[in-house]
């Protein structure tokens, strides 16, 4: 199927769309997306805005939708970029690391194919080539990738001690019969026992029951443990202050699921 190329003036609404998404502002941009579709509705081109807005909301599952048909868009190294990171945060690891692969042929100098393909191939296991592609995305964009804190495993586990010491006397309570568990990564058996799966990324995760969900009959245990995982923790840490108040911010938010708290819940209790 032929599609006309979009217009001088659709183009510049696409990069104002690509402007919203850098500023965050997701709503506005998935709102200018939507009167553009209106008018091209399946142009491969605004399939691949509309996988970025996806993936920007949290929709990988339809990200991955509409990239069906986009093969033919102007830019086919984003095109197999945004599939690539649809595929990864559907814990599809291999699927990423292809795709991904796919776009760095097309342009080596893709800062944030070389991150998403690093992120895949930890989760493989790779970690040596995933260190390669780590550093070649911090050599291409800094600003966008800078070196993630070095903390040793010994140090890591000092640290979350000291930090669940300092917690509120009520969230201390709680962990009393609830352990901390460090992990380098969430374990994909983990991330995909949800549908859609949870994304790798993940800084933290309580799993068991929530309180809400107990009766008096329940069998005596431990109701389950909160996680943390080191590498990706380490990866959105500037230094060892930040590090800590994301320990304790993670902790506070999981024991908020123990408490039966959604995502809007925990908003307002100021633990999201």
């Known amino acids: 199927m032929d599609y006309e190329t979009l217009s001088e003036t659709e183009w510049k609404r696409v990069d104002r769309i690509w402007q919203l998404l850098d500023e965050d502002e997701t709503e506005s941009a998935r709102r200018e997306l939507d009167a553009l579709l209106g008018n091209r509705p399946g142009h491969p081109d605004l399939r691949i805005v509309d996988a970025a807005v996806s993936l920007e909301e949290g929709n990988a599952p339809h990200a991955l939708d509409v990239l069906k ?4 868009s102007a830019d086919p190294a984003l095109f197999f970029h945004l599939r690539a990171l649809s595929k990864y945060e559907l814990v599809r690891f291999e699927q990423a690391r292809d795709d991904a692969g796919r776009a760095l042929a097309i342009r080596p100098d893709m800062a944030e194919a070389h991150d998403l393909l690093a992120r895949a191939l930890e989760h493989l296991g790779k ?11 911090r050599a291409l964009d800094p600003d966008a990738f800078p070196e993630p804190l070095e903390v040793s495993d010994e140090e890591f586990d000092r640290l979350v001690e000291e930090n669940l010491r300092e917690l509120p006397g009520p969230v201390r309570r709680h962990l009393e019969d609830l352990p901390v568990l460090v992990e380098p990564l969430p374990r994909r058996e983990v991330l995909a026992s949800e549908q859609p799966p ?3 990324d993940l800084l933290g995760l309580f799993v068991g029951r929530h309180l809400l969900q107990r009766t008096h009959g329940d069998l005596p245990g431990i109701p389950g443990a909160i996680y943390l995982f080191r590498r990706n923790l380490l990866r ?6 930040e590090l800590a108040r994301e320990v304790r911010t993670t902790v506070q938010h999981e024991i908020g699921h123990l408490l039966g708290l959604d995502e809007d819940d925990l908003d307002r209790w100021g633990l999201a």
């Open 69 to 72: 048909g986009a093969e033919r």
């Open 127 to 137: 970690h040596e080539l995933a260190e390669e592609h780590a550093a070649e995305a």
């Open 198 to 200: 949870l994304t790798p």
């Open 236 to 241: 959105v840490c500037a230094d060892r202050e």
